[in-house]
């Protein structure tokens, strides 16, 4: 092999090494996107069947609460058993700043009271991209019509329904993910 022979094939590699590399980091950052992505919706998806899970079995609270204690549209607090200890807590879903996040509170005290008692509070969901023209909460009576965004009874709420919007790249496409669910409320006394 003669050195210029010597050099075409150092070239050679180094143009395919070169080509290579872009190629498996081209690689690496898409596929780091999808894995972000996946991890992000799979969160987001558990947290709203757990929400769905505990709005169907809200119940009065355990200092005779109604089951619903305040619902907006970005907004929901209700009363559930939530860890399954036989104590009701009262359960927050706020979404503050593109993310959803739950707060806990147990009762403690005779006659019980959740006033003053620590919050527990986790993220939910993050990326969530719902405005107000999306609301994440929507609310039907009993009879399935839509009750009020503005002046919504917290009485008459016979189910809520969830819709969750998330994009984790906003820069990119169109890429929001929508997740959406329903949960009717199994507890309630209704009177007439």
Request: cysteine-free; glycine content about 4%; aromatic content about 10%.
């Given at each position: 092999?003669?050195?210029?022979?010597?050099?075409?094939?150092?070239?050679?590699?180094?143009?395919?090494?070169?080509?290579?590399?872009?190629?498996?980091?081209?690689?690496?950052?898409?596929?780091?996107?999808?894995?972000?992505?996946?991890?992000?919706?799979?969160?987001?998806?558990?947290?709203?069947?757990?929400?769905?899970?505990?709005?169907?079995?809200?119940?009065?609270?355990?200092?005779?609460?109604?089951?619903?204690?305040?619902?907006?549209?970005?907004?929901?607090?209700?009363?559930?058993?939530?860890?399954?200890?036989?104590?009701?807590?009262?359960?927050?879903?706020?979404?503050?700043?593109?993310?959803l996040y739950r707060a806990v509170i147990n009762s403690a005290g005779s006659p019980a009271s959740y006033a003053g008692q620590p919050v527990s509070t986790t993220t939910i969901a993050t990326y969530v991209t719902n405005s107000t023209s999306t609301p994440l909460f929507t609310y039907y009576d009993q009879n399935g019509a839509q009750l009020s965004e503005t002046a919504t009874?917290?009485?008459?709420?016979?189910?809520?329904?969830?819709?969750?919007?998330?994009?984790?790249?906003?820069?990119?496409?169109?890429?929001?993910?929508?997740?959406?669910?329903?949960?009717?409320?199994?507890?309630?006394?209704?009177?007439?």
């Amino acid at each position: 092999m003669t050195l210029m022979e010597m050099l075409v094939v150092i070239a050679v590699v180094s143009l395919v090494g070169v080509a290579l590399s872009g190629a498996i980091q081209f690689f690496y950052r898409s596929n780091a996107f999808l894995l972000e992505q996946t991890a992000a919706l799979d969160s987001a998806r558990r947290g709203v069947r757990e929400a769905v899970v505990a709005i169907r079995e809200a119940s009065y609270g355990d200092d005779g609460s109604y089951p619903i204690a305040y619902a907006a549209t970005s907004t929901l607090t209700f009363y559930s058993d939530f860890d399954k200890d036989d104590s009701v807590e009262k359960e927050t879903y706020s979404l503050i700043s593109g993310t959803l996040y739950r707060a806990v509170i147990n009762s403690a005290g005779s006659p019980a009271s959740y006033a003053g008692q620590p919050v527990s509070t986790t993220t939910i969901a993050t990326y969530v991209t719902n405005s107000t023209s999306t609301p994440l909460f929507t609310y039907y009576d009993q009879n399935g019509a839509q009750l009020s965004e503005t002046a919504t009874d917290e009485s008459s709420i016979a189910s809520v329904r969830i819709m969750l919007m998330v994009d984790l790249n906003p820069a990119r496409a169109p890429n929001v993910f929508t997740l959406t669910e329903t949960a009717t409320l199994r507890n309630l006394r209704i009177t007439e």
